[in-house]
């Protein structure tokens, strides 16, 4: 299995992520400033990583998972307060965070995707590239919290 990263944040890199024997490897293939630099056919199909990801070990053991399933984005739970405010800013409700989750990253994207959004905006907004590409994005997999254990 081999398939395409970009972590985008103020600027794109790119990585090849290969698994071997149960485990992640993340090739560096460099950093662009332009998505145009992107050498790869628009069809070309990836994996976006951004600041809305957990943080590692989860990221692996997500995309491990993420990877090869049908799912195209992946959700976390809203760990912020929600609340409903009316046209003078105050606050007329505090909603139930249980019953929300956010969009995230990794998401299943395409490089055309990601050229096509550029081209639209200058920075990268997680939540203006799915409203943009939101009829790609029809199937969703939530995460659940899992345990996971960490060697000294």
């Not at 969009?103 to 550029?118: C, E, H, N, Q, R």
């Amino acid at each position: 299995m081999q398939i395409l990263v970009l972590e985008i944040n103020t600027s794109i890199t790119l990585f090849n992520l290969s698994g071997q024997e149960g485990s992640l490897k993340f090739e560096n293939l460099g950093e662009f400033e332009d998505s145009n630099q992107l050498n790869f056919s628009d069809d070309t199909e990836c994996v976006i990583i951004d600041s809305t990801a957990p943080e590692e070990p989860k990221l692996s053991m997500l995309l491990t998972n993420f990877i090869n399933s049908e799912y195209k984005i992946t959700t976390n739970n809203v760990t912020n307060a929600i609340k409903k405010i009316n046209t003078d800013g105050q606050i007329i409700e505090h909603l139930d965070r249980e019953e929300y989750t956010r969009l995230s990253t990794p998401s299943k994207a395409t490089i055309g995707m990601v050229k096509s959004y550029f081209n639209k905006y200058a920075s990268w907004s997680f939540n203006k590239f799915i409203a943009l590409h939101s009829s790609y994005y029809d199937q969703y997999q939530t995460l659940e919290p899992e345990v996971y254990l960490e060697s000294k």
